[in-house]
């Protein structure tokens, strides 16, 4: 079983920053791909970023303002989030895939980024 925890959501004012983390845990042999994704209020979940080995990628709305990271020692993932905007506003998620006993792909419980004056 793996396990991911979030945290790093919140309120902050247009063009403000905020940080996602999310560690993951467990049976964890190989982690393939992290990324992390974002749901607003009655929209799909979209792809935000994702960091695959020494690759990024990012959806078109944020490139520039966010930056993924990883550290591979502490099977965490990062979001750094700069120059917020209102449509940022969203529930974000974590999630990773790789292998342990068997392949996984897990996500994590979601964290609120809210950007509003």
């Known amino acids: 079983q793996v396990q991911l925890v979030e945290s790093g959501g919140g309120l902050v004012e247009p063009g403000g920053s905020l940080r996602l983390s999310c560690a993951a845990s467990?049976?964890?042999?190989?982690?393939?791909?992290m990324g992390w994704y974002r749901q607003a209020p009655g929209k799909e979940r979209e792809l935000v970023a994702s960091?695959?080995?020494?690759?990024?990628n990012y959806a078109d709305s944020v490139k520039g303002r966010f930056t993924i990271s990883r550290d591979n020692a502490k099977n965490t993932v990062y979001l750094q989030m700069n120059s917020l905007k209102p449509e940022d506003t969203a529930v974000y998620y974590c999630?990773?895939?790789?292998?342990?006993?068997?392949?996984?792909?897990?996500w994590g419980q979601g964290t609120l980024v809210t950007v509003s004056s």
């Open positions: 960091i695959s080995g020494g690759s990024t």
């Open positions: 467990g049976s964890i042999f190989r982690i393939d791909t």
């Open positions: 999630n990773v895939r790789g292998r342990g006993l068997n392949y996984f792909a897990v």
